[in-house]
């Protein structure tokens, strides 16, 4: 009886196994515009979880926290987990704090939101547009403080751009550290664009954790400055939905490591923003990439 027992134990674990999936793609949409909630086709999609950039010193001004006050109550009310990463001042954006005043603005920040429980330690940091491109000494002192004041949460390490120093960039980062992160975000819109995913692999050979692609889309227009812009990406909509179907059937599947992914992003705020990659347009019209994503999560679900 005894045996009988065991046998029909390890027969049903064997089938809950066999049953629930090794990797658990989690699909969210990266974008600063809470009324993408209120939208139908968001609902449609079935997506909970998206992606917010905040200041690092949202909290000392009343416009900026205002705003993250209708982001945040918009996500609340829809069932959406939020991914909050901390970012440059834009009050002052070459302005960094030190490592006691960031613990000091996220414990404001936390208090209050206590129900997030998922951050990015800095958006990409290595981006030479960002204070923080030689900076990592510091970004992983930040890095330090978030997984100290907020231990139950899910902390990334930081958020990549997959440019050229982005490795020597990890490198240092985890020089400082001093722990191995179980978490990382990687933008990596320069391959997914070109169809490619060379940075990706060495990202994941380099580090050990989770690589989330918390920002990604097929790019539609750039209308950016020259400087910090990467030449030869095409742009259009055709295109954008060519990237949006690499990124599920090619890109996504390189590693059971990679578990979650945010397209960038909903909608555009006028016809001549400065970075399209939205999956509806100014003209308020679902774009084939959003097509693409919706066929995706209803294959996902299944």
């Known amino acids: 009886m005894r045996r009988l027992l065991l046998a029909l134990t390890?027969?049903?674990?064997?089938?809950?196994?066999?049953?629930?999936?090794?990797?658990?793609?989690?699909?969210?949409?990266?974008?600063?515009?809470?009324?993408?909630?209120?939208?139908?086709?968001?609902?449609?999609?079935?997506?909970?979880?998206?992606r917010l950039t905040v200041s690092w010193d949202a909290m000392t001004r009343a416009w900026e926290t205002a705003e993250i006050d209708a982001w945040m109550a918009?996500?609340?009310?829809?069932?959406?987990?939020p991914l909050v990463s901390f970012g440059h001042s834009r009050a002052n954006r070459r302005a960094l704090p030190t490592a006691a005043g960031f613990r000091r603005a996220f414990l404001q920040f936390k208090r209050r939101y206590?129900?997030?429980?998922?951050?990015?330690?800095?958006?990409?940091?290595?981006?030479?547009?960002?204070?923080?491109?030689?900076?990592?000494?510091?970004?992983?002192q930040y890095y330090r403080e978030l997984r100290l004041n907020c231990k139950r949460c899910k902390v990334l390490a930081a958020e990549l751009l997959d440019m050229p120093n982005m490795l020597a960039w990890v490198k240092t980062f985890r020089k400082y550290s001093k722990v191995e992160p179980k978490y990382w975000g990687l933008h990596n819109y320069i391959e997914a664009?070109?169809?490619?995913?060379?940075?990706?692999?060495?990202?994941?050979?380099?580090?050990?954790?989770?690589?989330?692609?918390t920002e990604v889309g097929g790019?539609?227009?750039?209308?950016?400055?020259?400087?910090y812009t990467v030449k030869a990406i095409p742009e259009s909509e055709s295109h954008a939905r060519?990237?949006?179907?690499?990124?599920?059937?090619?890109?996504?599947?390189?590693?059971?490591?990679?578990?979650?992914?945010?397209?960038?992003?909903?909608?555009?705020?006028?016809?001549t923003d400065s970075w399209d990659s939205a999956l509806i347009g100014p003209d308020d019209r679902a774009r084939p990439a959003f097509w693409v994503l919706y066929r995706a999560m209803r294959a996902l679900r299944r």
């Open 74 to 81: 918009a996500a609340r009310k829809n069932g959406i987990t």
């Open 114 to 140: 206590p129900w997030v429980r998922e951050y990015a330690t800095w958006n990409e940091a290595n981006h030479c547009g960002q204070p923080t491109c030689h900076k990592e000494k510091l970004v992983a």
């Open 193 to 213: 664009n070109r169809f490619k995913d060379v940075a990706l692999k060495k990202l994941l050979r380099r580090v050990k954790g989770e690589v989330w692609l």
């Open 219 to 227: 790019l539609v227009k750039r209308r950016l400055k020259k400087k």
């Open 10 to 50: 390890l027969a049903l674990a064997a089938l809950a196994a066999a049953a629930a999936p090794s990797q658990a793609l989690v699909v969210g949409i990266a974008d600063q515009k809470p009324d993408m909630f209120a939208d139908d086709r968001f609902d449609m999609l079935g997506v909970e979880h998206a």
């Open 242 to 271: 060519r990237v949006t179907t690499y990124l599920f059937d090619e890109l996504l599947p390189v590693s059971k490591r990679i578990k979650r992914v945010y397209v960038y992003h909903w909608n555009t705020s006028t016809p």
